[in-house]
């Protein structure tokens, strides 16, 4: 058993509280290897944010636990060195089992998600409950989730949404004792969040999606005043390394992501958390095939990862300042 704290890790407790007082929202980064990593936390201490390091299930199996457990500790250790020591809370995305879970916890990690929006109600609960008896008793925090997002993104996966029912949120938390609550808004998981049928163009021909339900978002505030509240499926998918991929060699067809002013609108609510990968997959790969196709006789991997990660860099710091709000509130 490996406690998060002997880490230099937190949990989400006071950070949720303190986010949902300041009208900001914690950036919630998914990372699979060390440059995304490197690039999370250069980018946060340089903001002065907290940070949550997601693990999804896929960067879990492909990374392996042991591995990751000593990444977040050096991730603490880097910003220690890089002169500033921000909030880090190592994160499972979408845990699917509360065995999963378990592991996750006694591997260190200081906050879990135990997904079971894809199950009964009441089977939803019972898990999710399971999941916090066995967290509380290690201080670990654990996030819940009520609807379903569309969208496909590691092994996550739905073909439609469903909304989250304002009137069963107080039920939910009340049973299980969760400490946050991930909830279906219009979100969606991956790159192409929605269909161009499901979207406007604008003047210059680019897809604009449906905008977000605030009124949802609203009703459950209502019922549930000053709970953390977790948006999934945020990334923006920035048009300039969508471009960037497909004059490089890539196929991206019709992607499209969330307006970065409704979830700047949103982060000034409850929603304390909002969760993005997909965007630093695409500024990552974007970069990368810029790099290999001007430079085609390059083959040494810092020479693309490197440039790659300045530009994650750049775009979490963007995200911080700009989106989130979460610069300064280290």
Known sequence: MTSYKDLGLVNTRAMFAKAVKG????????????EQLQAIIMACVETKSPVILQVSRGARDY????????????????????????????????GNSFEVCKECIDNGFSSVMIDGSALSYEENVAVTRKVVEYAHQFDVTVEGELGVL???????????????????VIDFVEKTG??????????????????PEQCKRNADGILIPPPLRFDILAEIEKKLPGFPIVLHG???VPQEFV??????????KDSVGIPEEQLRQAAKSAVCKINIDSDGRL?????????????PSEFDP???????????????????????GSAGQA
Not at 243 to 252: F, T
Not at 302 to 308: Q, T
């Open 23 to 34: 009208g900001y929202a914690i950036p919630a980064y998914n990372f699979n290897n060390m």
């Open 243 to 252: 471009k960037m991929i497909n004059e490089h060699g890539g196929k991206l």
């Open 283 to 295: 500024a990552m790969t974007g970069t990368i095939r810029r790099v290999l196709d001007e430079k």
């Open 178 to 195: 969760v400490d946050s609550l991930a909830i279906s808004i219009g979100t969606s998981h991956g790159a192409n969040k929605f269909t």
């Open 234 to 236: 945020s990334s923006s």
């Open 302 to 324: 810092r020479k693309y990862l490197g440039p790659a990660r300045e530009a994650l860099k750049e775009m979490y710091m963007h995200k911080n300042r700009d989106v989130l």
């Open 150 to 168: 569309a969208g496909i993104e590691d092994e996550v996966q739905a073909a439609e949404s469903h909304y989250t029912r304002p009137e069963d």
């Open 63 to 94: 990374a392996n636990i042991n591995l990751l457990r000593n990444m977040a500790r050096g991730a603490c250790e880097y910003a220690h060195e890089l002169g500033y020591d921000i909030p880090i809370v190592l994160h499972l995305d979408h």
